[in-house]
């Protein structure tokens, strides 16, 4: 088939088979207009083509993609910035490139973690950064004291214990977060803002929402572990931060309408920078978020006899609250520490104590679900038995226990014999009231299908063909990695980078993508 290349103002026909892949094309085209591509350390040239608002991979063919004869297919040479160094984070074992200038390498530690915060979205005190040496990165010093060359790659950690948390703050799985919450109360109240901020980072909606019901404030600062409260005014500047602030770098507008919607204080709430929400999104330049919070603050608030503007309304709160706090904390001394660091509490001294953040997974406790499984699987004695045995006796009367009785072999024959024709029957009343229990009244079981009623036969269906269709889908899953929906859903979003072709054809796109995989299977 013959396709068309434009490049830099001119149209070449090239005549290629249809199952030409990318990478083949790109060095017909380097031959064809004599490209040349520089590289050195800073950045690296590379040559791209796209076709319906996607950049082509290498490995893809020109007939997978719905490219056909005629079509015209755009080349471009693109720049790249190197990475000035690299940081393996050991929560999403992804590894993250840090852009930037050759200056970056002479910043502090403190500096660089806020670059890979804002990356990653993990808060600072969440984390720590070490050299694959497993030397630790101190917040104080500078990344030239380390002898950090370009190219280098770190080490991100977290807390033993974590990882399984935040990787459900990561994903924003709200029943993984409250799984994997630690037992410790003062440590508990951390994760729960720790969660918060990545949410806010992120955008989960669901999980920012349970973490508002569950007590958490967007306007209360991360802060730091609660053993190393002792040295929180050394603690890094970024601690300070509030998920307000977060919610207002990232874009978040959702989240932000529902910290303002929950409490109308995040308004004024101020960074370690003194910005207030409006301010970083001005810096940032998310015009959505900064139309969103310039009508608030423009707004008028309607009060039952007079109006106030926003400013002075939240001025006013601002007092109320700090009125309140103060009267709380004279009429209840002891709660103001409360969470606080006392008499028996674990302190980190860095560089005495045995590190604690070295992405150890937290250990399943086995003994208590071993005994609950033992327990269930005891034999219960019959109904009609229980009725008989007192389970609370008094002291001066023993229980009256249920009196053995011999049975014949053929009679435990015959309830044998009885009790498989009523398993095998699985209509009796018995089964029902049993499943009602089952159900607790939340959901319905699926009907019990019976022999008496017809089933559909189809013509050509049989078990063989069922069993080949198992078949092929695992032989599929084993040759590419992913289970069938996974494929399914892997296919659509690249065809959905194909952004100036309709909708049926990106379907088409991805049926064909899928067909290509499973003529693949050997």
């Known amino acids: 088939m013959r396709v068309f290349v434009y490049f830099e103002d001119s149209c070449e026909p090239f005549d290629i088979p249809p199952d030409q892949t990318v ?12 490209v040349q591509l520089s590289d050195d350390k800073q950045a690296y040239h590379y040559l791209e083509l796209s076709y319906g608002g996607a950049a082509l991979q290498d490995s893809w063919a020109l007939c997978d993609v719905g490219i056909t004869s005629g079509s015209v297919i755009r080349c471009l040479i693109k720049s790249e910035q190197r990475p000035v160094m690299y940081v393996f ?9 840090v852009m930037g200038s050759h200056a970056l390498l002479h910043v502090s530690v403190d500096r660089l973690k806020t670059v890979v915060s804002m990356q990653s979205g993990l808060p600072v005190s969440a984390f720590r950064l070490s050299m694959l040496t497993d030397v630790q990165l101190y917040d104080c010093n500078q990344l030239q004291d380390y002898a950090i060359e370009e190219g280098m790659t770190l080490r991100l950690d977290t807390w033993d214990g974590w990882v399984e948390f935040l990787q459900g703050c990561l994903l924003g799985h709200r029943l993984t977060v409250q799984s994997h919450l630690s037992e410790e109360k003062i440590v508990m109240r951390f994760q729960l803002r720790v969660a918060l901020y990545i949410a806010a980072s992120l955008g989960h909606l669901d999980l920012a929402g349970w973490l508002l019901e569950r007590g958490v404030l967007a306007e209360e600062p991360v802060g730091v572990h609660p053993y190393r409260q002792w040295c929180h005014q050394t603690a890094h500047r970024d601690a300070a931060k509030c998920p307000i602030h977060v919610a207002a770098e990232s874009s978040q507008l959702l989240i932000l309408k529902l910290f303002i919607n929950k409490n109308l204080l995040t308004l004024a709430c101020r960074d370690p920078g003194g910005r207030d929400p409006l301010k970083i999104a001005i810096q940032h330049g998310h015009r959505d978020c900064v139309l969103y919070l310039a009508n608030k603050l423009c707004s008028v608030v309607s009060l039952p006899n007079m109006s106030l503007p926003m400013r002075i309304y939240l001025q006013m709160k601002h007092w109320v609250s700090l009125g309140q706090k103060r009267v709380v904390s004279n009429q209840c001394q002891y709660t103001s520490a409360l969470y606080k660091d006392r008499v028996g509490h674990m302190l980190l001294v860095d560089g005495f104590n045995q590190p604690h953040m070295c992405s150890r997974s937290r250990k399943a406790e086995t003994k208590p ?33 249920p009196s053995l009785q011999s049975v014949s072999p053929g009679d435990y024959k015959e309830k044998q014999q009885r009790w498989k024709q009523h398993r095998d029957d699985g209509h009796s009343d018995k089964t029902k009231e ?51 929906r996974e494929n399914a859903i892997y296919c659509l979003s690249i065809a959905s980078k194909f952004t100036e072709k309709p909708w049926f054809k990106q379907l088409s796109i991805a049926r064909t993508l899928i067909r290509k995989q499973v003529h693949s299977v050997p």
């Open 369 to 401: 679900r071993r005994g609950i499984r033992a327990k269930a699987l005891q034999h219960l004695p019959p109904i009609s038995n229980l009725l008989s045995v007192s389970y609370l006796p008094s002291k001066r009367s023993s229980p009256n226990l």
């Open 89 to 97: 984070n050991a929560v999403t074992g992804e590894t993250l490139p």
């Open 23 to 34: 990478g083949a094309m790109k060095q017909l085209v380097k031959e064809n207009f004599l």
């Open 434 to 484: 049993r499943d009602r229990i089952v159900c607790m009244g939340n959901f319905t079981l699926p009907q019990v299908a019976r022999e008496s009623i017809p089933k559909p036969v189809f013509v050509g269906s049989s078990q063989k063909s069922s069993n080949l269709v198992t078949a092929s889908l695992e032989s599929l899953s084993q040759h590419c990695g992913r289970t069938p």
